[in-house]
């Protein structure tokens, strides 16, 4: 795992709590109007279909839940910029405990409800400074909310790409936390001020080995849409398939992120 940067991005929490009610809002939203064939549908992630996808983002949820109730760590010894590097290791367990999830909750709509409503009480009960033990460590929980809505966005996208006409919209504030997470990420994994990479209108780091620019246009410069760069990140997209697909500016012989992504998996 990178080292954790001494300073990270301040993220405001009242606007992170309305991002991931909102998000999860449109959710459900959507996922109440899908019909039995719809929620059997095939996912991009694996094995699982329409129907585990959705119990997995109440399960994203869910996890500030099973956090609260276990004991408070006795001190912060993780910042948020830890937690993308350490989703991967925990990747067989959220497997298992999703197909659980699947079978005891048949009823999609009753059990998000469910995850809505206990999420409020959760958020109106805990300040944001009580520190939760997470996979990455212990961190508060507005920081831990901020990785609340890295996962709604990432898998509003992957429902929209699995079920054939959807369109779960995306709320700004979450797709903007996103965003800057990821791309923070990237700046932490590849540290450096010879690529400017740009996600308009959210983000822009510095990052990769070489010299460093001081004014005017920087000489190697990446550019993309959020959305192209969330999938890049999170190995939605390969680097090759976004430069074909024309989603991808990249100029400068350090321009190249191929070999850095993705970030999350």
């Given at each position: 795992?990178?080292?954790a940067?001494?300073?990270?991005r301040?993220?405001?929490?009242?606007?992170?709590r309305?991002a991931?009610?909102a998000?999860?809002a449109?959710?459900?939203?959507?996922?109440?109007?899908?019909a039995?064939?719809q929620?059997a549908l095939?996912t991009r992630l694996?094995?699982?279909?329409v129907?585990e996808?959705?119990?997995?983002i109440g399960?994203?949820?869910?996890a500030?839940?099973?956090?609260?109730?276990?004991?408070?760590p006795?001190?912060?010894d993780?910042?948020?910029?830890?937690?993308?590097?350490?989703?991967?290791?925990?990747?067989?367990a959220?497997?298992?405990f999703?197909?659980r999830?699947?079978?005891?909750?048949?009823?999609?709509?009753?059990?998000?409800?469910?995850?809505?409503?206990r999420?409020?009480?959760q958020?109106?009960?805990?300040?944001?400074?009580?520190?939760?033990?997470?996979n990455?460590?212990?961190?508060?929980?507005?920081?831990?909310?901020v990785?609340r809505a890295?996962?709604?966005v990432?898998?509003?996208?992957?429902?929209?790409?699995?079920?054939p006409g959807l369109?779960?919209?995306?709320?700004r504030?979450?797709?903007?936390?996103?965003?800057?997470?990821?791309?923070?990420a990237?700046?932490e994994k590849?540290?450096?001020?010879?690529t400017?990479v740009?996600?308009?209108p959210?983000a822009?780091?510095?990052?990769?080995?070489?010299p460093?620019?001081?004014?005017g246009?920087p000489?190697?410069?990446v550019?993309?849409d959020?959305?192209t760069?969330i999938?890049?990140?999170t190995g939605?997209?390969?680097?090759?398939e976004?430069?074909?697909?024309?989603?991808?500016s990249?100029?400068?012989e350090?321009?190249?992120?191929?070999?850095l992504?993705?970030l999350?998996?």
């Open positions: 795992m990178p080292p940067k001494k300073r990270t301040a993220y405001d929490p009242a606007r992170t309305a991931v009610l998000q999860f449109n959710v459900r939203e959507a996922v109440a109007g899908l039995p064939e929620l095939p694996g094995q699982w279909t129907r996808l959705v119990a997995h399960m994203a949820l869910t500030i839940e099973r956090s609260l109730a276990r004991p408070e006795p001190k912060r993780a910042v948020l910029l830890d937690w993308p590097f350490a989703t991967a290791a925990s990747s067989p959220i497997d298992e999703t197909r999830l699947t079978e005891e909750h048949p009823d999609l709509d009753a059990y998000l409800a469910g995850v809505a409503h999420l409020v009480e958020l109106d009960t805990h300040p944001g400074t009580r520190l939760l033990e997470t990455a460590g212990a961190l508060p929980l507005a920081d831990y909310l990785t890295v996962e709604l990432v898998h509003t996208d992957d429902l929209n790409a699995a079920v369109a779960v919209p995306l709320d504030q979450a797709l903007a936390c996103t965003t800057r997470l990821l791309a923070d990237l700046a590849a540290p450096g001020g010879a400017e740009r996600v308009p959210y822009v780091v510095q990052c990769v080995e070489g460093r620019h001081t004014r246009t000489p190697n410069v550019e993309t959020p959305l760069w999938r890049l990140a939605r997209l390969t680097w090759t976004a430069v074909a697909a024309a989603k991808v990249a100029s400068g350090r321009a190249d992120l191929g070999a992504l993705p999350l998996s």
